[in-house]
């Protein structure tokens, strides 16, 4: 099955800088990339998501990029706010009938004003 | 909007009884996940359902089962709940049965076994 690896599993930045978290996966079929954000006490949400035929996609201070060839993917986050503190979880899976998503173990991100 | 709620926010229960953690969508969906969180393990697949009835095993189905005997309900079941049962679950329903579709989750049901 899949494994997704991510690093790191936590990342303190300050305000205005440029946050960055990798994931790798290990089977090469997972063509659909989501991050999901949990802010402390909520519940997880999509914020962004790529698949294998796109190398990369940005939405505001947010964007993905994808290396299918090294199977990793990387979520950026330029200038941080405190609203952007929250875990951060990658996941892949294949676009079939009836698959799952596979959770990295999530990067706690913190930013200080 | 889509709404996904569950029975309980904290729930506290011992050793060796019976829990039902209950899970409603309003929306419809055909997929219903119930997750497992911890720190430092992120999101751990327990079971989850494609339709009324069906049931699949995820990553860490021991000590679990489940039931959907209704489209909008998804219960996870603690058959005896265990110590290392705490946790932290998280109840998912999405529209098809693509994984590719988005994922909404419930608000959590933080379960402490003594």
């Known amino acids: 099955g899949e494994n997704v690896e991510q690093h790191p599993s936590t990342l303190s930045v300050q305000e205005g800088d440029s946050a960055v978290i990798k994931c790798t996966y290990s089977?090469?079929?997972?063509?659909?990339f989501p991050w999901y954000k949990q802010e402390l006490g909520k519940r997880p949400q999509l914020i962004i998501d790529?698949?294998?035929?796109?190398g990369e996609k940005k939405d505001q201070r947010i964007a993905v990029t994808l290396n299918k060839t090294a199977k990793h993917f990387s979520l950026h986050i330029t200038e941080t706010q405190p609203e952007d503190s929250a875990v951060y979880f990658c996941?892949?899976?294949?676009?079939?009938?009836?698959?799952?998503?596979?959770f990295g173990k999530g990067t706690m991100l913190l930013v200080s004003p | 909007d889509v709404k996904v709620t569950q029975s309980s926010r904290y729930l506290v229960k011992r050793t060796g009884e019976k829990v039902f953690l209950e899970c409603v969508q309003d929306?419809?969906?055909?997929?219903m996940f119930w997750y497992r969180q911890d720190p430092g393990l992120g999101l751990r697949l327990i079971y989850f359902?494609?339709?009324?009835?069906?049931?699949e095993k995820g990553d860490i189905p021991e000590g679990y089962s489940v039931s959907r005997e209704k489209k909008e309900r998804f219960s996870l079941i603690l058959e005896s709940a265990s110590t290392n049962q705490t946790s932290m679950y998280l109840c998912?329903?999405?529209?098809?049965?693509?994984?590719?579709?988005?994922?909404?989750f419930g608000p959590g049901t933080r379960l402490t076994v003594l």
């Open positions: 998912a329903s999405s529209l098809g049965s693509s994984g590719t579709d988005t994922q909404y």
């Open positions: 089977d090469s079929a997972s063509n659909y």
């Open positions: 790529i698949r294998s035929n796109v």
């Open positions: 996941a892949a899976t294949r676009d079939s009938g009836y698959s799952t998503l596979t």
């Open positions: 929306m419809d969906h055909e997929n």
């Open positions: 359902s494609y339709d009324v009835k069906m049931k």
